[in-house]
């Protein structure tokens, strides 16, 4: 785990609030220089790494602090949440990223104002987003969730799964499939947290060795506010990035993972 993960479990408030503009340019300043100084252990560029900033359970007047520091995309977990700050907040130039488990009567809300998905976990989600993407006349990028923790509480696709899983999306002509998205392990152990990215891009690695056209551009979206110095170790090219951004959550993490109530709680 990283030193800001440490902390965390430690219970330790290293995740400070943002409630200005100055604030969220700070927390946003300190995020991009970990990221920098983790490519470059990695030997690799930080332009490659993307920061997905995550608003969940943030209010509307918070985040259009972070939309002045210069945020133009939202992580949220849940469809209903994305959906209200994607309506109240219409007049910004944002999109929303979803990036939880989605149920298919949500496929039509996600197909209407969604940037992109990243949390696509089954054929009977892509197929009820590809028929809402088509009669809406437009296309959703997605990444395919992976369960890479072998924990039963995590959603994904089993990785010994996943090649089969890719070789069935082509047909859904209007999901976009860019890469794999992954949620480690709820370690305090950063090795194992780190076996979990690895296995990512392994996957991903022999997915595009076996068939290029089935990953796209062949992304990563792993790591967050705990861990995503490690995963940009480990070839991370989107980092979703909570917590380091807007402050600790004191809502726990089970409510959007039931069973994870092990991880950190960052509360103050
Ligand atoms: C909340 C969330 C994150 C960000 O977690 P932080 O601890 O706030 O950085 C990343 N990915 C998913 C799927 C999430 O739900």
């Not at 010994?160 to 499939?177: D, I, K, M, N």
């Not at 990215?197 to 068939?211: C, H, M, P, S």
Request: aromatic content about 6%; glycine content about 8%.
């Amino acid at each position: 785990m990283t030193t800001a993960g440490r902390a965390a479990a430690a219970g330790e408030s290293q995740y400070p609030s943002a409630d200005s503009t100055a604030d969220f340019v700070r927390n946003i300043a300190t995020v991009r220089s970990r990221i920098a100084a983790a490519a470059a252990r990695a030997g690799r560029s930080a332009s490659e790494v993307r920061l997905l900033p995550v608003s969940k359970t943030v209010p509307e007047d918070r985040i259009r602090l972070a939309v002045q520091a210069g945020c133009r995309t939202f992580g949220e977990n849940k469809v209903q949440e994305a959906k209200r700050k994607h309506g109240n907040l219409a007049g910004l130039d944002v999109s929303w990223s979803v990036i939880g488990h989605l149920q298919t009567n949500k496929a039509k809300d996600v197909a209407e104002f969604a940037g992109e998905f990243q949390a696509l976990d089954s054929l009977r989600v892509a197929e009820a987003l590809d028929r809402r993407l088509q009669s809406a006349g437009r296309g959703l990028d997605v990444f395919v969730q992976v369960n890479t923790s072998a924990e039963d509480s995590k959603y994904g696709i089993p990785p010994q799964e996943l090649p089969g899983f890719l070789a069935q999306l082509p047909r859904y002509t209007a999901v976009r499939v860019r890469g794999l998205m992954t949620l480690a392990t709820f370690s305090s152990d950063t090795d194992d947290v780190r076996a979990c990215f690895a296995l990512l891009r392994t996957l991903r690695d022999r997915a595009r060795g076996e068939n290029p056209d089935f990953v796209g551009p062949a992304e990563l979206s792993m790591g967050m506010s705990g861990d995503y110095e490690t995963a940009i170790e480990e070839g991370a090219t989107v980092v979703r990035v909570g917590q380091a951004i807007f402050g600790a959550r004191t809502l726990p993490d089970s409510y959007y993972w039931p069973g994870s109530d092990g991880r950190q709680e960052s509360g103050p």
